[in-house]
């Protein structure tokens, strides 16, 4: 009867000791979005983390909070570099602000169309900036996408650079995208993305520049007037993990991350295509909205920057550029 009570007694320690290897075993990560719930950003957000569970066998679960609600961009980034921030889908633009080279990727005019931009990231020049990232704290575990920026504002329509002379807009949190419309002539503004509407509508300042996604999904149109088709800029949306949180994860945990990111990756990029035409057309329900033609004002202002970037950043420049 002795050993009958003690083998039942080691069994249970047996089974309470697996079962609490188990729960160890599960990994539950936060990431984080500044965009509203139905844009594409959260959409893809939503898509990767049931892509997680179903190839982790719900090991890893993946807990998806858009519209800042963990913080905005920068501190999201900040955290995810000291540990605190497990996961952040954010901007090449924004990572420019900790890590200066990512600034090349948003060189007015620099990518084609979205197909030059997936041959770029996709390639060694995407590796080439994973590693400048791993050296700052952050893996990067996909290139997903925002398309091409244009321009609203209160005021008139944008055709030619003239035209944003003394323009008061708020542009991305990035070195160069203050640089690039200070250059432009118009007062370049950097803010995060959920100050924007109310400045918008008290007027603190007359537009702002972004995706049509963003222009739709934040409500901008509410209080703007002219929307002008300018794609000056790309912005890339790196899927970043805090270096501190992945080296916890096991090998397997980790290639199920990888995997998977860069397995939606082309959806990010075809969702950004398939929803731009109807975004616009949906725009143009409520504001005037133009076509830029021809940039070449545009690219003409932008040869001083160019010039600048070059002196530094030249072989990444040109490998870009010569991506066929």
């Known amino acids: 009867m002795r050993f009958k009570v003690t083998t039942i007694a080691v069994l249970a320690t047996v089974i309470i000791g697996l079962s609490s290897t188990a729960n160890a075993a599960k990994v539950t990560l936060k990431l984080g979005n500044n965009a509203a719930p139905n844009h594409v950003y959260n959409v893809i957000s939503n898509m990767y983390a049931k892509a997680v569970a179903e190839a982790s066998k719900n090991e890893i679960e993946i807990k998806v909070f858009p519209a800042d609600q963990l913080g905005n961009q920068r501190q999201l980034v900040e955290g995810a570099q000291l540990g605190t921030t497990d996961m952040v889908l954010t901007s090449d633009s924004m990572l420019s602000n900790f890590i200066p080279e990512f600034s ?8 084609r169309d979205i197909d030059h931009v997936g041959k770029v990231m996709d390639g060694p020049v ?18 997903w996408e925002n398309g091409f920026r244009s321009i609203t504002n209160s005021k008139h329509p944008i055709n030619t650079v003239s035209d944003l002379k003394g323009l008061k807009l708020r542009v991305s949190p990035g070195k160069l995208a203050v640089t690039t419309f200070k250059t432009f002539g118009a007062l370049a503004t950097p803010m995060a993305t959920g100050e924007v509407y109310s400045a918008l509508q008290l007027g603190t300042i007359d537009g702002q520049e972004n995706s049509a996604s963003f222009v739709l999904g934040q409500k901008y149109y509410e209080v703007q007037k002219y929307l002008s088709i300018t ?14 949180v992945y080296k916890k994860l096991t090998p397997e945990q980790q290639k199920v991350l990888q995997d998977e990111a860069k397995k939606l990756t082309p959806k990010a990029r075809e969702l950004v295509i398939e929803s731009d035409d109807k975004i616009i057309a949906e725009l143009k329900k409520h504001m005037e909205v133009n076509e830029v033609k021809d940039t070449s004002t545009f690219f003409n202002a932008s040869k001083p920057i160019y010039e600048k970037y070059e002196s530094q950043y030249g072989e990444i420049i040109k490998k870009i550029v010569e991506t066929k």
Not at 232 to 242: A, D, G, Y
């Open 126 to 143: 995407g590796d080439h900036f994973k590693e400048v990232a791993n050296k700052k704290g952050l893996v990067v575990l996909g290139w």
């Open 104 to 111: 090349v990727l948003n060189l007015p005019f620099i990518f």
């Open 231 to 244: 794609r000056h800029q790309h912005n890339v949306e790196p899927l970043v993990i805090s270096k501190l």
